[in-house]
C-alpha cells in the first residue's frame, strides 16, 4: 500500500526567504502526488497534484513541487515565504490511475513565517 | 458555486452520548468521503460513497461508527456511543467521478468533535 512520510513536523522561516517541505512517498505503483494546504480552522486546499506528464509542477500561491521518481520524492518549494503562507501543509498520494480515490496523507508539516 | 458544506462545525459533548454530523457536497459529486483528523496528523479515510453505495469502509470502526448517504446527495455520520479518543476533526469531501483518471477532492471545513 502506498504511504507518505514528511519530514519535519514544523518548519520556521523567515518572511523572503526560501520555503522548501519534504515529501517521500512509498508506492508499488506509479503514484499521483498531492500537496494540500490547511487554514486553521478550514478544509485541506489542493495547491498542486503531479498525475502525469512534466515532473515540475506549479501550484497556486507560487508553489511549485518537482516529482523524483529516484529519490522517491515530492519536496514543496516556493522562492520566497509571505506571511499569508503560515499554515499546516500535507502531502498525499494515490495509486494514480489504479484507484485515485484512494488518497494516503502525511502527518503534515507546520510552516511558521517570521517577520 | 458553494463548497462543501458541513455542520455542526464544533460539537462538545460527554462520553458515551451519541453525535452526528451532517455532509452537503458540490452539487454534482457523485463521490463523496469522511475522513477522521487527529491532532496533529494527515486526515485517514473512514468511509467512500459512490451515490448512495458505500464502497469503501474498510477503515470504519463498525461497532461504534455508522454513516448513511440516502439518495445519493447529503450524508451523515453517527457514532453512538462516543468515546474519549473520538475527539478530532471530521472532514467530509466530495468529487465527480465520470470516469476520468483523476478526480479532485473538495473538502469542507470540518466538524470538531470534543468528547469530555
Known amino acids: 500500500a502506498q504511504s507518505v512520510t514528511q519530514l519535519g513536523s514544523h518548519v520556521s522561516v523567515s518572511e523572503g526567504a526560501l520555503v522548501l517541505l519534504r515529501c517521500n512517498y512509498s508506492?508499488?505503483?506509479?503514484?499521483?502526488l498531492f500537496w494540500y494546504v490547511q487554514y486553521p480552522n478550514q478544509g485541506l486546499q489542493l495547491l498542486l497534484k503531479?498525475?502525469?506528464?512534466?515532473?515540475l509542477v506549479k501550484g497556486i500561491n507560487g508553489f511549485e513541487a518537482e516529482f523524483k521518481k529516484s529519490e522517491t520524492s515530492f519536496h514543496l518549494t516556493k522562492p520566497s515565504a509571505h506571511m499569508s503562507d503560515a499554515a499546516e501543509y500535507f502531502c498525499?498520494?494515490?495509486?494514480?490511475?489504479?484507484?485515485?480515490?484512494?488518497?494516503?496523507f502525511g502527518a503534515g508539516t507546520r510552516l511558521t513565517v517570521k517577520p | 458555486e458553494a463548497g462543501v458544506v458541513q455542520s455542526p462545525r464544533y460539537k462538545i459533548i460527554e462520553k458515551k452520548q451519541p453525535v452526528a454530523f451532517w455532509c452537503n457536497p458540490i452539487?454534482?459529486?457523485?463521490?463523496l468521503y469522511w475522513y477522521l483528523q487527529n491532532l496533529g496528523q494527515g486526515p485517514e479515510l473512514l468511509i467512500r460513497?459512490?451515490?448512495?453505495?458505500?464502497?469503501?469502509d474498510s477503515q470504519l470502526p463498525k461497532d461504534r461508527f455508522s454513516a448513511e448517504r440516502l439518495k445519493g446527495v447529503d450524508s451523515t455520520l453517527k457514532i453512538q456511543p462516543a468515546e474519549l479518543g473520538d475527539s478530532a476533526v471530521y472532514l467530509c469531501?466530495?468529487?465527480?467521478?465520470?470516469?476520468?483518471?483523476?478526480?479532485?477532492?473538495?473538502f469542507g471545513p470540518g466538524t470538531r468533535l470534543t468528547v469530555l
Open positions: 469531501a466530495s468529487s465527480f467521478n465520470g470516469g476520468a483518471i483523476y478526480n479532485e477532492q473538495f
Open positions: 508506492s508499488s505503483v506509479p503514484p499521483y
Open positions: 503531479y498525475t502525469t506528464g512534466a515532473t
Open positions: 498525499a498520494v494515490s495509486d494514480g490511475p489504479y484507484n485515485n480515490n484512494d488518497m494516503r
Open positions: 452539487s454534482g459529486h457523485n463521490t
Open positions: 460513497y459512490e451515490n448512495e453505495e458505500a464502497v469503501d
